[in-house]
Nanobody
Framework: QVQLVEFGGGLVQAGGSLRLSCAAS????????MGWFRQAPGKERDFVAA????????HYADSVKGRFTISRNNAENTMYLQMNSLKPEDTAVYYC??????????????????WGQGTQVTVSS
């Protein structure tokens, strides 16, 4: 089992940058595939990015490709989401998620077993 806590949300102007962190408890973090999701008010939760256990493979939603970068540091039990060139439509609560599987190329939220509490990202125009 793993517990997840997100950090780093906040208010930023359009065109700015933020880096989100997801800190994981437990000794088996490196065995989990990880993902980032987001949910804007009144909308469904959307996939943002996923990363495999080693950090060597990543996958992004088209809406963030080229602007966001997912990474992880297994020695520190932490995953990151670097967000650049932010747009007002990126405003949402961002969640990190984990699934204990080698199958990391997963966009469906219901296939992740563990979730953080979320962190708010607000991009002003």
């Amino acid at each position: 089992q793993v517990q997840l806590v997100e950090f780093g949300g906040g208010l930023v102007q359009a065109g700015g940058s933020l880096r989100l962190s997801c800190a994981a408890s437990g000794r088996t973090f490196s065995s989990y595939a990880m993902g980032w999701f987001r949910q804007a008010p009144g909308k469904e939760r959307d996939f943002v990015a996923a990363i495999n256990w080693s950090g060597g493979s990543m996958h992004y939603a088209d809406s963030v490709k080229g602007r966001f970068t997912i990474s992880r540091n297994n020695a520190e039990n932490t995953m990151y989401l670097q967000m650049n060139s932010l747009k007002p439509e990126d405003t949402a609560v961002y969640y990190c998620a984990a699934r204990p599987s080698s199958n990391w190329f997963v966009e469906r939220g219901d296939e992740y077993d563990y979730w953080g509490q979320g962190t708010q990202v607000t991009v002003s125009s």
